[in-house]
């Protein structure tokens, strides 16, 4: 891994760097390390009491809720820069929440210690006021998927979920399995298999072995609406 000036990293994307005291500032630097993780590789689990907080350096990371029987489903995903309040649910008292984060692609990231960011955070409201916001926003997100599960039929959210894909990865080919969508939108692999036969036979896709293309994507827009 190439060197990273975890400071200056700080700086650049903590809006309350400036706020710290020089003790602070030492103590935020010391608690904060950077880790790399391969694809599919977690970062965090559900059963993990505090990993801290994540801030992504590069990559791409997936927060997803899993069931016992194994079911899968993908709450938010975290980007270059993107910073993860919730891996760290005991800076809040009597706080937690049941997830997971992995990482979709090669990733490096920075983790605060929760303990040390706990300590700093109690006394500071420009903190507490940025986190605040960004579970706020992260929680948002949370519910936006929830509408879609209860208001929406499995078939909008294939097709709203493939064109995701196609604009996350700016390419009509999608280099993805049926279990892998399963498991991004909590359903079986053998329904999304059927949905997505329905959509080939339609002429909106393209079906192949781990592969996906989309052959008409105003179909796919109308399908998803």
């Known amino acids: 891994m190439s060197y990273i000036d ?13 706020d710290l005291s020089k003790s602070e500032l030492k103590g935020l630097v010391s608690a904060s390390s950077v880790q790399k993780y391969n694809t599919g590789e977690l ?15 590069n990559g791409q990371l997936r927060s997803f809720m899993s069931s016992n029987s194994g079911k899968e489903i993908t709450l ?3 980007f270059e820069r993107d910073i993860c309040m919730l891996s760290s649910s005991c800076v809040y008292q009597d706080l937690t929440y049941d997830i997971n984060l992995e990482a979709e692609k090669d990733s490096s990231v920075i983790i605060i210690d929760s303990k040390f960011f706990k300590e700093i955070s109690s006394n500071n ?11 706020q926003d992260k929680l948002s997100e949370i519910m936006w998927v929830l509408e879609q599960v209860v208001f929406f039929s499995l078939d909008s959210r294939v097709a709203s979920f493939l064109i995701d894909q196609y604009y996350l990865y700016n390419s009509i080919n999608i280099n993805i399995t049926h279990d892998t969508i ?44």
């Open 43 to 57: 970062v965090h689990s559900k059963n993990s009491a505090c990993t801290g907080i994540v801030l992504v350096l």
């Open 6 to 18: 975890i400071k200056l990293f700080l700086k650049d994307n903590l809006p309350f760097f400036n």
């Open 182 to 225: 399963a498991n991004n939108l909590g359903s079986a692999r053998e329904v999304i298999s059927r949905i997505l036969k329905r959509f080939e036979k339609d002429k909106i896709v393209e079906l192949s072995r781990g592969s996906i293309k989309i052959i008409d994507i105003k179909k796919l827009k109308l399908l998803s609406s």
């Open 125 to 135: 409201l420009s903190i507490q006021n940025f986190f605040l916001t960004l579970t």
């Open 76 to 78: 938010f995903r975290l």
